[in-house]
């Protein structure tokens, strides 16, 4: 039968809200629930009497590793079914390591690290040097006089800012840096910043792991943050286009603002916009200096390599990085939440509504516990969420979760949320949400359903088992958030060992009305 062009219309406006939230929040279901291609849900159902843990056993062993003179350290997976390799650098800093009043550099510097250095991205930096220099006096000069409201200084500033600007535009070889990896088979040149972490991810031929090994060590040992004040642009936009100008992004800020009192975490990402507008190159330059030392990077190579000629490259390119002091660690520590919180916006928006729950870091014993109780709530059509208010009650449009937010480093949100169906309203949401709260906290899950969860996490790791770029970005993430990349193979017995009982007890001590937070998106009026 065929879809009506409502049903389908309205079917791509549901896939657009619900991909912004989305793009907020990182992501709109847990792994868990995403399907899998590489491995269907009736090939590991035909395999539940096997445990797959021998397999993960040998992946793992096929894993080296390596640390520099420096302090960088190398992770290194041997695989040789194509002639291929993926490389993920994976710098411990994000959102949560800045300064108050310099939000965003973190995420400046993910823009940044792209522009080159003072060979690649410029035909003549011995000239465009001192024009970088210059607009930063200017800049600094146009801040004072916008705080002094000299509207005759600041016309005259801007008329010579802007000069200057076009004169080192002269100078600047675009997109180098990607031209030259496009050129060599490269694919997936991308980078992300979190609240925890920024990562430069990219694969090529595998005979080109030297290429990479030049490009990636020269942009850590001589950046140059060359078109700093276009980026400025470009992220202000950023900002405009995901927080100032969207319902999704003002609502989700806001949460994370009521959410916690004293936490970095409170912060947004992409940062505030009075923060981004009057950051400076030397700020950045100096976040740069203080987190992106070797000591606090970690690299993982992953495809047709040898690890001995990974060794021999890494020293050769990335041991010419000198050694700095580690960067200071957050020590900020968020009080427990004593009573509930909640908050309404009125925007021009469909109704949206979002509840959190506070909970431990990615280092807490009931970690896997915290992935699977979202699971069973979100995880897919089967999920007692989707069930309950999208089939049976039909007083939402669509679920989803965001488990570990914004960051799981330290401890975190459990955020649940729902787009109201017509005719009905956030409040029926809350309810209904409240309802299968208490039941996960009364009631023991049964064994079908623990199951199927646990099926849907072996799913996941062997799907990102199969990725080399999976592979890589997990090596990382693992290693720098637990200290040891062997987690990612370890984490499926902590699953396994999972009870009934052990959801029971996680859900009654997360889910207490003192510990939640209640966002409410009303539609205003038109």
């Given at each position: 039968?065929?879809?009506?062009?409502?049903?389908?219309?309205?079917?791509?406006?549901?896939?657009?809200?619900?991909?912004?939230?989305s793009l907020w929040l990182g992501f709109s279901q847990p792994t868990w629930a995403q399907q899998s291609t590489l491995v269907t849900p009736e090939q590991i159902a035909a395999d539940q009497t096997n445990s797959i843990q021998p397999y993960l056993d040998r992946v793992a062993n096929g894993v080296s590793e390596f640390t520099l003179d420096n302090g960088m350290k190398f992770i290194v997976l041997e695989r040789h079914q194509a002639p291929v390799v993926s490389m993920m650098l994976h710098a411990k800093v994000g959102a949560v390591n800045e300064a108050d009043g310099q939000t965003g550099v973190a995420h400046y510097l993910e823009h940044l690290a792209f522009k080159g250095t003072t060979k690649i991205g410029t035909n003549d930096y011995r000239s465009e040097e001192p024009l970088l220099q210059e607009m930063d006096v200017v800049f600094d000069q146009l801040m004072a006089a916008e705080q002094a409201e000299d509207e005759e200084q600041i016309a005259a500033l801007q008329a010579q800012f802007a000069d200057l600007q076009a004169q080192a535009s002269n100078y600047v070889d675009q997109n180098k840096f990607g031209q030259i990896i496009e050129q060599s088979g490269g694919r997936g040149l991308n980078a992300t910043t979190s609240a925890d972490a920024t990562r430069y991810f990219y694969s090529?031929?595998?005979n080109k792991l030297e290429l990479w090994m030049s490009l990636e060590s020269e942009r850590f040992i001589d950046p140059v943050f060359r078109e700093f004040y276009k980026e400025k642009e470009v992220i202000l936009e950023e900002r405009r286009m995901r927080v100032d100008n969207s319902p999704i992004g003002q609502i989700v800020e806001k949460f994370l603002e009521v959410s916690f009192d004293e936490h970095p975490y409170r912060r947004p990402v992409i940062g505030y916009q009075d923060d981004l507008r009057t950051a400076t190159r030397e700020e950045v330059s100096d976040f740069f200096d203080a987190y992106y030392g070797p000591s606090n990077l970690i690299a993982a190579v992953v495809g047709d390599v040898d690890p001995d000629n990974v060794k021999a490259l890494a020293e050769t390119y990335f041991g010419r990085i000198q050694s700095r002091s580690l960067p200071p660690e957050v020590t900020v520590q968020e009080p427990p939440q004593t009573e509930p919180k909640a908050f309404e916006l009125t925007l021009p928006s469909q109704p949206w509504y979002l509840e959190g729950f506070h909970r431990p870091g990615i280092n807490h014993p009931d970690h896997v516990v915290y992935s699977m109780i979202e699971s069973i709530l979100v995880g897919g059509r089967t999920s007692r969420m989707y069930q309950d208010m999208v089939e049976t009650s039909q007083v939402a449009l669509n679920i989803g979760s965001a488990n570990g937010f914004p960051g799981d480093l330290y401890d975190n949100i459990l955020l649940l949320y729902a787009l109201t169906a017509p005719g009905h309203t956030v409040d029926e949401l809350g309810e209904r949400m409240d309802t299968l709260l208490t039941q996960l906290r009364e009631e023991p899950v049964t064994a079908t359903e623990l199951e199927r969860v646990k099926t849907q996490a072996r799913a996941s790791l062997l799907r990102s088992l199969d990725s080399n770029s999976g592979m890589a970005s997990l090596l990382t993430e693992y290693e720098a958030k637990t200290n040891d990349w062997r987690?990612?193979?370890?984490?499926?017995?902590?699953i396994e060992a999972v009870t009934a009982e052990d959801v029971q007890r996680v859900a009654k001590a997360t889910f207490e009305p003192s510990n939640r937070t209640v966002g409410k998106l009303l539609s205003a009026e038109s």
């Open positions: 039968m065929g879809v009506t062009p409502s049903a389908r219309s309205k079917a791509m406006w549901l896939w657009t809200v619900v991909l912004s939230v090529l031929p595998s987690n990612v193979f370890e984490e499926l017995k902590a």
